[in-house]
């Protein structure tokens, strides 16, 4: 199994892309997709959020992933649907179990109960280290379709999902960091042109779903088998203290 990913500047685009995966075969269960949606309370999921609730708790979103397995159909991908306020994102609605999967980690430590749900049904899990590209889309007003395929769909299934005009992820990162260079460039101490790539590689691992809230040192074996082809030098460290701060450009730092 594979897990692909889109997003979409529109509603319309990614329910188009969810209509041409579920043509090559891949069944609703499998499709999920995250975006924008009405606040909490106006929306009818059996799921206990609140607003002030932290984005991505377990058990609100394991409560989710059981009813949220419907059919695809327009402009809905399943019966029940899977809400959170997140803090620096707003609400945001998920359809389907890999969707809510995907809502389970934005903002949330992995391991959650989602996340194990999905690994035991779906086989490999949600891509820990691109969440914050997806709180970045989301944040933007995009949508994300998601879907967990065999290996021989793959090909098939990233090419629909550039067809009907998923921005690549690669590209959505580097934007992402192009909104902080400038200021992590200011607030660094040292050679930039040559640290920034150890720095930024740092920064990112900061903001692992695994790693979020926790010191260097509480996550140093974890970063060292993480990174085995990277030296965690002074430049990656100072980046990773950076990344716990982390605010999406416009909050307060």
């Given at each position: 199994m594979e897990i692909v990913t889109g997003v979409f500047k529109s509603q319309d685009?990614?329910?188009?892309?969810?209509?041409?995966?579920?043509?090559?075969g891949i069944?609703?269960?499998?499709?999920?997709?995250?975006?924008?949606?009405?606040?909490?309370?106006?929306?009818?999921?059996?799921?206990?959020?609140?607003?002030?609730?932290?984005?991505?708790?377990?058990?609100?979103?394991?409560?989710?992933?059981?009813?949220?397995m419907g059919a695809a159909s327009g402009a809905t991908l399943g019966l029940a649907a899977a809400t959170l306020a997140i803090p620096g994102v707003g609400p945001v609605v998920a359809f389907g179990m890999v969707g809510a999967a995907l809502l389970g980690l934005v903002g949330a430590a992995a391991g959650s109960a989602v996340g194990d749900t999905v690994e035991e049904e779906l086989g490999e899990g949600i891509p820990h280290e691109d969440v914050f590209v997806y709180e970045d889309a989301l944040r933007h007003g995009n949508s994300i379709v998601i879907a967990s395929v065999d290996d021989d769909q793959a090909y098939r299934a990233r090419a629909v999902l550039r067809d009907t005009g998923a921005e690549d992820v690669d590209t959505l990162r580097e934007h992402w960091?192009?909104?902080?260079?400038?200021?992590?460039?200011?607030?660094?101490?040292?050679?930039?042109?040559?640290?920034?790539?150890s720095y930024r590689r740092g920064y990112q691992a900061a903001l692992h779903p695994r790693r979020r809230g926790k010191a260097?040192?509480?996550?140093?074996d974890d970063l060292r088998t993480a990174y085995a082809g990277a030296t965690l030098d002074r430049p990656f460290q100072a980046g990773y203290e950076r990344g716990l701060s982390y605010r999406p450009r416009g909050e307060n730092r």
């Open positions: 685009a990614a329910e188009n892309a969810i209509s041409q995966l579920k043509s090559l069944p609703d269960k499998r499709i999920g997709t995250v975006g924008p949606g009405a606040a909490p309370e106006t929306i009818e999921t059996g799921v206990p959020v609140t607003d002030t609730e932290e984005p991505g708790m377990g058990k609100a979103m394991g409560a989710a992933v059981g009813g949220a960091w192009s909104e902080l260079r400038e200021d992590e460039r200011a607030n660094y101490q040292g050679d930039w042109d040559q640290d920034e790539p260097y040192s509480e996550v140093e």
